[in-house]
């Protein structure tokens, strides 16, 4: 099984920017799709962006697309979440994931390892 902790949230203006990362720890991690999803306060934790295992392929939510970048690094078992032009709406908490699989991965239920989340704040 995959540990996953994020980190790198704060608070930030509107426009600026923030990278998270989420470590992992765990053996499959190399051969594991990672996700980022979000949650606000009283909304649903929607799909954000995901990569493939080896970096080759990237997804991102239409609300995102173009402002927000994700890599990986396995050598240092890491996956990145690059943050640019950031709006208020994209307040809430990030969370990290791992998925063994490569269908609807947008979808929450289709991942088996979270971590705890990282609170993104972005004032107007």
């Known amino acids: 099984q995959v540990q996953l902790v994020e980190s790198g949230g704060g608070l930030v203006q509107a426009g600026g920017s923030l990278r998270l990362s989420c470590a992992a720890s765990?053996?499959?991690?190399?051969?594991?799709?990672i996700g980022w999803f979000r949650q606000a306060p009283g909304k649903e934790r929607e799909f954000v962006a995901a990569i493939s295992w080896s970096g080759s392929s990237t997804y991102y939510s239409d609300s995102v697309k173009g402002r927000f970048t994700i890599s990986r690094d396995n050598a240092k078992d890491t996956v990145y979440l690059q943050m640019d032009s950031l709006k208020p709406e994209d307040t809430a908490v990030y969370y990290c994931?791992?998925?063994?699989?490569?269908?609807?991965?947008?979808?929450?239920?289709?991942?088996?390892?979270w971590g705890q989340g990282t609170q993104v704040t972005v004032s107007s």
């Open positions: 765990g053996a499959i991690f190399s051969i594991s799709r």
């Open positions: 994931a791992r998925t063994g699989q490569n269908v609807q991965i947008t979808l929450a239920r289709r991942y088996d390892s």
